[in-house]
Each structure stands twice: as structure tokens, then as C-alpha cells.
């Protein structure tokens, strides 16, 4: 038997009961044909499940009698990178894609060569945060990932969990990501350190070095960061066998 079709609910009653999705849920199911009476599966983003039946689907809305909301257990291992904050919107393009990929946390570095930004931080981050509901909505990742609000680089690395393994990705680097985490113990999750426009310093490296981050490349090509980040978070993903299905 086929699995039931997905859809996102941003807030599944414990217990369950009569709930409507939100507009983009009912787009979604009208995309995928859905019907009255049909069986789904609605998540809510902060690993929350529940089967679930169609009981009223039109063009404006949809409406889901649900069954008690189950807990799924967290992606596991789990990535976190860091990003040295960005120019402008980028840091949206690159959280929508982290999202979708599953990444569990984004934390904003400040960093030499970051570009500070002006503006309204509460608001910001809140924004951050509803793209990233939205990007696991969109791809039916069980869990969102977490944006942490900007903070200087090594505060954050000095953050890490002790058994975390740790890379540095610096297009200085000799040492292949295979070579790196060939030489590295198993840990529970992966931290991963990803500069902004213009780089990492060469102190901002060796500092995270001796915090124990090995430094990795990319490859011989220069990417701009909204490249850079997506793409070391899928090679680490499918490394930890995160991406296989």
C-alpha cells in the first residue's frame, strides 16, 4: 500500500480532533489531487505526526479530522553549521535550502569579513524563522531548523559540545572532507564552519583549529556563499547517511 500523501500543520492538536491547514496545505493537496475521505499524514514541523482523513477540501480550504499527535524521533546525527553572516537576503536563499536538506541549526557568526548589518534584529530573526517553517513544510522535513541569532565567531565555536566532530570549510584547505572525517571519531552530531564574502582570516582558521576543526576544501573552484554552504551541507549530509534512502 501506497504511504499516505503529506501535509503540513502548523499546529496538531495533542489529542486530536477537527483542525483546517493553512493555504498553502490546501494548495498543496489540490496539486496532489487529493479528495474527501482520502488518508494523509500532517507534520508540524517540530517532529509532531499524525494520520490523519480529509472531512472537506475546496479551493479555499482544507479541514482534517486527526488522530493524537505522535512524537518522531529527531534526524539523527545531526548537522549544525555555521555561517559567517552574509550580504543582504542571501542568508533566506541559503536557509531555505539548509531546510529542505534537513540541517538541524543555522548559527549566524560574526566574523572579520562580515558586513554588519542595520535593522530591526527581533523582527529579522523572526523572519528567519518562518522561512525556515516554510522551507520544511515545503520539503516535509519532520523538523525545522533552528536559526540562532548572530554572535561572534569563536563564542560560537567555543559553544560546540564536547563529542561533536568539526570541520572548517576554508578554500585554503588541502585536506579532502573523505580524508577528514576518515581521521575523525564518530560523535553524535557534526558541526560545520562556513565563511562569509571574502572568507575566513587566516587567525579566524587557526583559531578554530585549535579548537579542534580540521580544515577542509571544496575543491579547486571559488564559491560565492550562498553556494558554499548548501553545497558542504549536502556532501556532509550524504557522508552521515543522511541522504540515502
Known amino acids: 500500500m501506497d504511504r499516505p500523501r503529506r501535509l503540513f500543520?502548523?499546529?496538531?492538536?495533542?489529542?486530536?480532533?477537527?483542525?483546517?491547514?493553512?493555504?498553502?496545505?490546501?494548495?498543496?493537496?489540490?496539486?496532489?489531487?487529493?479528495?474527501?475521505?482520502?488518508?494523509?499524514?500532517?507534520?508540524?514541523?517540530?517532529?509532531?505526526?499524525?494520520?490523519?482523513?480529509?472531512?472537506?477540501?475546496?479551493?479555499?480550504?482544507?479541514?482534517?479530522?486527526?488522530?493524537?499527535?505522535?512524537?518522531?524521533?529527531?534526524?539523527?546525527?545531526?548537522?549544525?553549521l555555521v555561517l559567517g553572516v552574509p550580504k543582504g537576503s542571501k542568508v533566506e536563499d541559503v536557509l531555505r535550502m539548509l531546510a529542505e536538506l534537513g540541517v538541524a541549526s543555522l548559527h549566524l557568526a560574526q566574523c572579520e569579513r562580515s558586513v554588519p548589518r542595520a535593522g530591526d534584529a527581533p523582527a529579522?530573526?523572526?523572519?528567519?524563522?518562518?522561512?525556515?517553517?516554510?522551507?520544511?513544510?515545503?520539503?516535509?522535513?519532520?523538523?525545522?531548523t533552528t536559526v540562532l541569532a548572530p554572535a561572534p565567531l569563536l563564542q560560537v565555536a567555543d559553544a560546540v559540545p564536547g563529542a561533536a566532530r568539526r570541520l572548517v570549510f576554508w578554500e585554503r584547505a588541502r585536506t579532502a572532507l573523505d580524508a577528514a572525517l576518515a581521521g575523525a571519531q564518530s560523535g553524535p552530531e557534526v558541526w560545520a564552519v562556513v565563511g562569509p564574502e571574502g572568507g575566513l582570516s587566516e587567525r579566524e582558521v587557526a583559531e578554530l583549529q585549535a579548537r579542534g576543526f580540521a580544515a577542509v576544501g571544496l575543491g579547486s573552484a571559488l564559491l560565492r556563499v550562498e553556494t558554499a554552504a548548501p553545497v558542504a551541507a549536502a556532501l556532509l549530509l550524504d557522508r552521515m547517511g543522511r541522504l540515502q534512502g
Open 124 to 144: 529579522r530573526m523572526a523572519r528567519l524563522a518562518r522561512v525556515a517553517l516554510e522551507a520544511c513544510a515545503q520539503s516535509g522535513q519532520p523538523l525545522a
Open 9 to 80: 500543520a502548523p499546529e496538531l492538536p495533542p489529542a486530536g480532533g477537527l483542525i483546517e491547514l493553512p493555504d498553502e496545505s490546501a494548495r498543496h493537496a489540490r496539486v496532489l489531487r487529493l479528495v474527501a475521505g482520502q488518508r494523509v499524514e500532517l507534520f508540524d514541523g517540530r517532529l509532531g505526526q499524525a494520520d490523519a482523513v480529509i472531512e472537506a477540501l475546496s479551493r479555499e480550504r482544507i479541514v482534517c479530522r486527526t488522530q493524537p499527535r505522535q512524537l518522531l524521533p529527531a534526524p539523527a546525527p545531526a548537522l549544525h
